[in-house]
């Protein structure tokens, strides 16, 4: 795949800076690793949502994403400003100032309502990164990242909840 092209079944829209880059992003507690060598790039005004099961990893891939927590090797780029509202005041939220973009965060989302309000906004000032259990959340999301054992196992885009989880129940967990 060219890098100018969007993969596969991903929406086709003008490309624009990376709001957020992560590569080799690993983290490790002691004898532990939670996350291993995760590369993730989003793309300025896209939204994308982690899926995993309980333990995948989730939590801190978006804590290492957002600067809370430092990996223990890896890079974590220079990403824009972090917001997060509380996901039911995303319905009001003003339109994101395109001289200072942020990267909209929220962990656990478990409806897709707050999705959707902010999608419905249309602002490419704006970029969206939630973690999820939920297949429907994830469904909402223009791109879907699978996380096990801490891995980066695949990508969906524009998948529906049902393709989402069946991909998710095919997920195993160690811990």
């Given at each position: 795949m060219n890098i100018d092209e969007a993969p596969q079944g991903c929406p086709q829209r003008e490309f624009s800076p990376y709001a957020l880059e992560m590569d080799a992003v690993s983290l490790a507690y002691g004898s532990v690793t939670v996350l291993s060598e995760v590369t993730v790039g989003l793309v300025r005004g896209g939204v994308t949502a982690v899926i995993g099961p309980p333990g995948s990893g989730r939590s801190t891939l978006l804590d290492c994403a957002t600067g809370r927590r430092?990996?223990?090797?890896?890079?974590?780029?220079?990403?824009?400003?972090?917001?997060?509202?509380?996901?039911?005041?995303?319905?009001?939220?003003?339109?994101?100032?395109?001289?200072?973009?942020?990267?909209?965060?929220?962990?656990d989302l478990e409806d897709a309502r707050p999705l959707h309000a902010v999608m419905a906004l249309e602002d490419q000032a704006r970029t969206v990164l939630v973690t999820t259990s939920s297949a429907a959340v994830a469904a909402a999301a223009d791109v879907t990242l699978f996380l096990a054992?801490?891995?980066?196992t695949d990508v969906m885009c524009g998948a529906s909840a049902e393709e989402i989880a069946a991909r998710l129940a095919g997920l195993t967990t160690r811990r």
């Open positions: 430092t990996p223990t090797s890896g890079w974590v780029g220079p990403h824009d400003r972090i917001a997060r509202p509380a996901p039911g005041q995303w319905d009001r939220l003003p339109h994101a100032d395109p001289e200072n973009p942020e990267l909209l965060v929220a962990d054992d801490g891995r980066l």
